[in-house]
Every structure is written in structure tokens, then in C-alpha cells.
């Protein structure tokens, strides 16, 4: 008796050959396409108009850039703008490689989870309300005098708010979670074993930290610290809130040429001077570390 298979024969659906994650040249195409579109609208075309508007605006060439830099309100203001920058980079490199260091350990989980809550908080809330949060505590009869008032260190408040020390609190608050997040795939990436071989064959502990620890997160800390600062130099709310008139930042005085003194044209000038100076921390970051090892220690 011949056997008659009641399954109908199954057909084999698919394209034969090892599947591949890279798609064909078309579907890529468009599913690239909506986001070149995106930065080219509102990233490259800005940045383009700008850097005309600053050569082409006013009296055009580099009369813009003379005015910029003949004007002693804007030089004293690039120059508090880069030194408190400078400041927060360095507090938010100690602060946030501490902490992304304590968080890279293994230990207690209701501690880390302590810390973490305590490092995104800032992600959580505005810009506003972060520098609100400062102004209250730092103003004459904020938290700060107040207690130090109770307990008798002082007789009257103390100057806290509109002081480049109030803008650098600020700015450090806000920056410090860039700082950490950047730092922690290489400190977590770490093997913590080779510290301790350091130990076994001699070595103190903060010869261990420098000589073992240091070079292998470098990439890290370069990265976290070029992030703070080419962020840093282009506040504007925190400097305006806390530190006031005694401490102009670039994007204040680029605020009022555009809408107190309506001069576009130097107002162009100065925000390409600031994307200037970003850019070179950026590029000297690439050539310091070199683009293997930054991509390296960022991906670990």
C-alpha cells in the first residue's frame, strides 16, 4: 500500500544565505533620510546663517569680531565666562569621578540606589526650578544664614546670592550628572583586580590610583570634563539668577544685543567666538586621547 502524506508540503519562505543585520542601500536611504533632514534644518542651517550673518551683518568682514572683542563688557564677560567654566569642569571632574567611582564598586544597593536618585535628580527637574531651588537657599534669609545665624557663627546674613560662587553651585548642580554619566562606562568597565596586583607587587595606594587607575580612565574623565565645559559656556539662566550683573556670562550679553541694543550682527560674532572655542575643547579631546581609545572607554 503506498503511503499518502496528508500534509500539504510546506514551503520554504525566506532568502537563503546568512542573515545580515545591514539593510539594502534603498530602505536605508529613507530611513536615514528623516533625520539628515532634521539636522540640516535645524542644526547645520543655523549654524551656517550664523556664521554669515557675523561676516555679512553691520559693517561686514571682521568688523563684528573688532567690536567683540574692543568691547570691554564683552571681553570681561568672556573672560568670567571661561574661568568659572574652567571652575565648574574641574569641581564636576572631582565630584562626579567620586561618585561615578562609588557607583562602579560592588556594595550596598540601597546606598547606590541613594546615589543614583541623588545624581538624576537634576535630569528631573527644569532649569528654573534647580536655580530657584539655589536662590532660596542662598539668599539672606535662606536656609544657609539662617542656620548658620541659629547656631551663632554669624551675626548677619552673609553675601551668598548674586556672587560668582552662587553661579559656579549652580552650574556645578546642574552639570555634575553629564559628568558622572560620562565617566561611569569606564569606571565601571575597570578591572578593580588589577589595583590590588598593584598592592601584592608594592605598590601604595595612590601610587595604584596613579599609576594603574588614572591611564585606564582617562578617556572618561577627558571626555566628562570637554562635555561640563563646552555645555558650561553657553548658560544663560543660571548666571542671570544667581550671579545677576556682577557676573556677565557671554550668552547674557549676546541676549541683550539681540533684544536690548539690537545688534544682531556683534551678537552673531560673539555666539560664533563661543561655538569656536567649543569646538577647539572638543577637537583638542579627540587629539589628546585619540578617537579609538574616547570611543573605547565610552563603550565599555
Not at 74 to 102: E, K, Q
Not at 218 to 235: D, E, K, T
Request: positive net charge; glycine residues 8%.
Amino acid at each position: 500500500m503506498t503511503h499518502v502524506d496528508s500534509h500539504p508540503q510546506r514551503l520554504k519562505v525566506g532568502r537563503s544565505g546568512p542573515w545580515s543585520a545591514a539593510l539594502p542601500m534603498l530602505p536605508a536611504v529613507f530611513m536615514v533620510a528623516p533625520l539628515v533632514i532634521v539636522a540640516l534644518l535645524f542644526i547645520v542651517y543655523p549654524l551656517v546663517k550664523l556664521g554669515i550673518d557675523s561676516f555679512t551683518g553691520g559693517s561686514g568682514g571682521f568688523s563684528n569680531y573688532s567690536a567683540v572683542f574692543q568691547s570691554a563688557a564683552i571681553r570681561n564677560s568672556l573672560v568670567s565666562t571661561l574661568l568659572m567654566s574652567a571652575v565648574v569642569t574641574v569641581l564636576c571632574l572631582l565630584l562626579g569621578g567620586s561618585l561615578a567611582w562609588s557607583l562602579s564598586k560592588p556594595g550596598n544597593k540601597i546606598l547606590k540606589t541613594l546615589l543614583w536618585t541623588a545624581v538624576l535628580l537634576p535630569f528631573w527637574m527644569g532649569v528654573v526650578v534647580k536655580t530657584y531651588a539655589w536662590a532660596v537657599l542662598l539668599a539672606n534669609n535662606g536656609l544657609i544664614n539662617s542656620f548658620f545665624m541659629r547656631i551663632g557663627l554669624i551675626d548677619e546674613p552673609m553675601t551668598l546670592l548674586y556672587t560668582p560662587m552662587a553661579v559656579v553651585l549652580g552650574m556645578t548642580y546642574t552639570m555634575l550628572p553629564y559628568a558622572v554619566l560620562a565617566m561611569y562606562p569606564t569606571m565601571a568597565g575597570f578591572d578593580k583586580e588589577l589595583l590590588n596586583s598593584a598592592s601584592v607587587l608594592g605598590s601604595s595606594n595612590t601610587g595604584a590610583m596613579y599609576r594603574v587607575w588614572l591611564p585606564l580612565v582617562r578617556p572618561g574623565l577627558v571626555a566628562g570634563g570637554a562635555i561640563v565645559f563646552a555645555i558650561s559656556i553657553g548658560f544663560y539662566i543660571t548666571p542671570v539668577l544667581l550671579g545677576g550683573a556682577q557676573t556677565p556670562f557671554m550668552a547674557t550679553v549676546i541676549g541683550d544685543d539681540i533684544f536690548a541694543y539690537f545688534n544682531y550682527p556683534r551678537a552673531a560674532a560673539s555666539s560664533v567666538i563661543l561655538l569656536v572655542i567649543a569646538l577647539t575643547v572638543l577637537i583638542a579631546t579627540l587629539k589628546t586621547v585619540g578617537v579609538k581609545a574616547l570611543k573605547g572607554g565610552l563603550e565599555k
